[in-house]
């Protein structure tokens, strides 16, 4: 068996921290980039990108809804050409910064809401696919298993990786409980790397209601802004090795790293 762990960093913005990058890198294999409309700046995309690059983590798009003030979690009204406009552009950005670096982009993720929304909506996750082909076709796109995002990914040619979420509730049709509800969140660490072992292992995440769904994943996200997640990223990567997993970059099998 082998799976990604992969991170959400690079949330900082100007003169305000956000995460807990340093600490997270060495744990994770994949680090997905805030792209400037939820966090970041350009100054903390290239820390970024060269923190990842010395920990040999690949890198990845986090593009999002242009919400500072919210943090990309909330809803926007936003056409599928809207979407992937401000997708190229935030991609591009990006992969400018790696460029600069010597390195290149692995995968794109959406943040947050855009992410959320393009799990139920094809137009929307449509338009991301299209963005991400647009702009390198070689990036991997990352979506919820099972979701229109990776539907999307396999309508425009695009190699995808199916993503399951340790510190997120599940509701019993797959899709995560929103963040507005109460459980959404999964603090019990503990509970945490059970669930990274299971999805791994067993192919199986028990949803908030007790039933348990089959779900194939190649990834796993470990939110970068959860309460101690650099720590968490560490036990879970631990338990996924003694659990026999090999953990590496999703691109690894295709020299995208």
């Known amino acids: 068996m082998r799976l990604d762990l992969n ?8 003169a305000y921290k956000l ?13 997905s980039v805030a792209c400037g409309f939820h966090a970041g700046d350009p100054g903390i995309m290239r820390e970024t990108v060269a923190l990842a690059r010395q920990h040999n983590v690949a890198i990845g798009a986090h593009p999002s809804f242009p919400d500072l003030v919210g943090f990309g979690r909330r809803e926007m009204r936003a056409t599928p050409r809207e979407v992937e406009d401000f997708v190229v552009y935030q991609i591009g950005a990006l992969a400018a910064v790696a460029a600069a670096a010597g390195t290149r982009l692995q995968h794109v993720k959406a943040h947050g809401a855009l992410y959320n ?7 929307l996750a449509d338009a991301i696919a299209r963005a991400t082909a647009e702009v390198d076709r070689s990036l991997i796109l990352f979506g919820l298993a099972g979701s229109e995002l990776i539907a999307a990914g ?3 040619g695009l190699r995808t990786a199916r993503e399951g979420f340790a510190d997120r509730a599940y509701v019993n049709d797959g899709t995560l409980v929103p963040r507005s509800q109460p459980g959404a969140l999964i603090e ?3 509970a945490v790397v059970s669930r990274a072992v299971s999805m791994a292992r ?6 908030m209601d007790g039933s348990r769904i ?5 990834t796993i996200c470990v939110h970068g802004d959860t ?10 990567r631990a338990a996924l090795v003694d659990a026999s997993v090999t953990v590496l970059p999703v691109g690894a099998a295709s020299g995208v790293s």
């Open 7 to 14: 991170a959400d960093v690079g949330e900082s913005f100007g």
């Open 19 to 31: 995460g807990q990058d340093e600490l997270l890198m060495p744990s994770i294999t994949s680090a």
């Open 214 to 218: 089959a779900l194939e994943v190649e």
């Open 154 to 156: 396999q309508r425009a």
């Open 202 to 207: 067993d192919r199986v995440v028990t949803a």
């Open 227 to 236: 309460p101690g997640a650099a720590r968490l990223a560490s036990r879970i």
């Open 117 to 123: 929304v393009a799990v139920r909506d094809a137009a």
């Open 188 to 190: 019990d660490a503990d």
